[in-house]
């Protein structure tokens, strides 16, 4: 059975790493980006600009390397797709974190057009406060 469309849109995007030449390009650009309250800068941020900048130019600076493994796909009949897998970042001060999460995307016009975030905030936290996680 080939895999659905949507499944294989979010898979693309977890299988580059994010890259931002990918993201542009199957990410709607006025995607909703909603992360946890208590996730590191989490909030509402609207359009694709907005994700980049406000999110991740908050987050990433904390950060020597930060990814996102997606580990299970399932797809609804409506055009969503849930994501369970791992966050993994090595901070600046040297600090790993692995935190577990599920992205809840929405499927437009076939781009991603919205993310729900729920993750295990408290493990970033710490690691960006200093404190080991391990």
Not at 13 to 42: C, R
Not at 74 to 81: E, H, K, N, P
């Amino acid at each position: 059975m080939p895999e659905p469309a949507t499944i294989a849109l979010a898979r693309r995007l977890y299988d580059s790493n994010a890259d931002p030449a990918v993201s542009k390009e199957i990410m709607s650009p006025d995607i909703v980006w909603d992360i946890t309250p208590g996730f590191p800068f989490g909030g509402v941020y609207h359009g694709y600009d907005s994700m980049m900048n406000d999110f991740f130019g908050s987050l990433l600076p904390g950060f020597e390397s930060f990814s996102a493994h997606a580990e299970e796909y399932y797809a609804t009949d409506d055009d969503r797709v849930f994501v369970v897998g791992h966050y993994h970042g090595e901070t600046k001060a040297g600090e790993a974190a692995d935190a577990r999460f599920i992205h809840l995307w929405t499927v437009r016009d076939g781009k991603l057009a919205r993310l729900l975030q729920a993750a295990d905030s408290h493990v970033l936290r710490q690691a960006l406060n200093g404190a080991s996680t391990r």
